[in-house]
């Protein structure tokens, strides 16, 4: 009996074990985890009637893709020219777009159906841009066409995703109002083409809205660009050049107001003024305590107050005297505010730029700095240094100190050490640095020779990411000194100040005005270590176009 149940025992046991081997190996089996992502549109293969249809008199349109699609903001993104009162219906199943007409076409007229980017694939949601299904109803297609480039009239560089329209001369006013018919996208080297156009006089746009949009011009944190004249249609036209900027708004308004923590009230403007100014108008009283501030780009305005126990604030704007916007500021009784002095400086992690002093910025205006309460050591020892306030400002000092090499500084303010206006004191400062190498930075000199010295040009020293670290205006030929600047590669570029104010002034699309003509240097300057570079940049006249 033994023997018979070890002969059956090993049996059994190993076709168990080979069950359980072979049910894991199956259970491990899983879906391959295919390649990389899927990034190419769909494509077309098959139009009925077919795309350029001359007598076309069909009822619905069979368009059939490689790959199934989907319409997506097809209510903004499909157009159709000329217009229709009632639009076709458009349906996506499977590889299939279908269009179906709900009413009678023109007779001898080229229709346009953009769809913009309205189609895309399934899976990964790809678009296919600029897909245009053409068709005419008489025995001729219109099939007049321009093109260009797009780039942007601040840095030259050439865009991509810009909408590009036209709208005939006689609906011009349409602009701003209503979607344009006739419009395309440039690609990814800012060029764009426009196809199947009827002869005529048009005027043409260029639109960059950041993160889609309408298709829309509102003004508001878009790019337009332009072309002064009208455009007659009556050949095929290329190489047309529009540059477009973000126009200055026509309609002042205070685009953000807030009480921040601190009780400092904030006032941000939706464009620079002239001489801004601003006044409490109600409580009225609160008039004559405030202190306010006006940043240098003049299109923010700080408010600061001896006590925050108002319910509400009215406050005025005005430009010259001038009053532009009223708003009211509302306050939560139970809200507190902590009403410290705050010191910020500009000791970049723990070192100081050679050749420069310490700067120090309080988060309000100061009224007395004691400086028995501020010290200042070297490798532990106190030293004497020079503390001063700014010219002009009321929040900024500077410290001045013959700064050595390979020595440990600490700046200490104990409490106390700075009021401000209206008795708030300053906590614990405590900054540990040294002095950098001038290993880390690199100095220019650039010879600066204008094309015409009744003219002023603005010269604007920049980072690689148009960053702006300084600008200078000049009318004649110079030489700009560009001393301590940390190594990595900088650019220049001009604007051409032409009402000499010495800013860059923008366009105005309802006025027909461009902006400031600007021209970028061609050579992008490296700065080395503890080196002296000499560069000689000469200004071209500005361009025609």
Request: proline share 5%; hydrophobic share 35%.
């Amino acid at each position: 009996m033994a023997n018979f149940l070890k002969q059956c025992f090993f049996p059994i046991c190993l076709i168990v074990s080979l069950s359980i081997l072979l049910f894991s190996s199956c259970a491990s089996v899983q879906s391959p985890t295919g390649g990389p992502r899927d990034s190419i549109p769909p494509k077309v293969i098959k139009e009925t009637p077919k795309n350029l249809t001359k007598n076309f008199n069909a009822k619905e349109v069979q368009i059939q893709f490689d790959e199934f699609i989907k319409l997506s903001n097809e209510f903004s993104e499909i157009s159709i020219s000329p217009a229709m009162d009632v639009l076709p219906e458009f349906k996506a199943k499977k590889q299939n777009l279908e269009i179906k007409f709900s009413q009678p076409l023109e007779a001898n007229t080229t229709y346009t159906i953009n769809f913009g980017k309205a189609i895309t694939d399934v899976n990964e949601s790809n678009i296919l841009p600029n897909y245009t299904y053409v068709f005419a109803t008489g025995n001729q297609i219109d099939s007049l066409s321009l093109s260009g480039t797009v780039t942007s009239s601040l840095t030259r560089e050439k865009l991509k995703d810009v909408t590009v329209f036209i709208l005939p001369l006689s609906q011009d006013s349409l602009f701003g109002k209503k979607r344009a018919s006739f419009f395309t996208t440039t690609d990814t080297a800012g060029n764009f083409s426009l196809k199947n156009l009827r002869e005529d006089t048009y005027r043409i746009y260029a639109l960059s809205e950041q993160g889609g949009g309408d298709r829309i011009y509102n003004g508001q944190n878009e790019e337009i660009g332009f072309q002064d004249q009208p455009l007659v249609l009556n050949k095929n036209v290329e190489n047309i050049q529009l540059q477009v900027f973000k126009a200055v708004p026509r309609t002042f308004s205070i685009s953000e107001r807030k009480i921040e923590s601190d009780g400092r009230i904030l006032l941000t403007f939706n464009k620079p003024l002239l001489k801004p100014s601003v006044k409490i108008i109600e409580p009225t009283e609160l008039d004559r305590t405030k202190t306010f501030e006006i940043t240098n780009t003049k299109d923010t305005a700080f408010i600061w107050l001896p006590e925050i126990t108002f319910d509400s604030l009215k406050v005025s704007v005005s430009d010259a005297d001038t009053p532009l916007d009223t708003i009211t500021l509302r306050r939560n009784k139970r809200d507190t505010y902590n009403r410290v002095v705050l010191v910020s400086d500009n000791i970049i992690g723990p070192k100081l730029r050679p050749r420069s002093d310490v700067t120090l910025r309080m988060s309000a205006p100061i009224a007395t700095a004691q400086e028995a309460n501020i010290s200042l050591l070297e490798d532990s020892v106190s030293v004497k240094y020079q503390i001063s306030k700014q010219p002009g400002t009321s929040r900024t000092f500077n410290i001045k100190y013959a700064w050595k090499l390979n020595k440990d500084y600490i700046l200490r303010f104990n409490e106390n050490a700075f009021t401000d206006i209206f008795g708030n004191k300053s906590k614990l400062y405590i900054k540990r640095f040294n002095l950098d190498t001038e290993d880390n930075y690199g100095n220019i000199s650039i010879k600066v020779i204008v094309p015409d010295t009744l003219s002023s040009y603005i010269v604007q020293w920049m980072g690689e990411k148009e960053t702006i670290f300084r600008q200078d205006v000049i009318s004649k030929n110079t030489t700009l000194n560009y001393l301590t600047y940390p190594t990595a590669k900088y650019r220049v570029r001009v604007i051409y100040d032409l009402n000499k104010n010495g800013i860059w002034d923008t366009g105005e699309v309802y006025r027909k005005q461009q902006p400031e003509k600007t021209w970028t240097f061609e050579k992008l300057i490296s700065l080395r270590p503890n080196w002296d570079l000499e560069e000689v940049m000469t200004i071209p006249k500005p361009s025609p176009e």
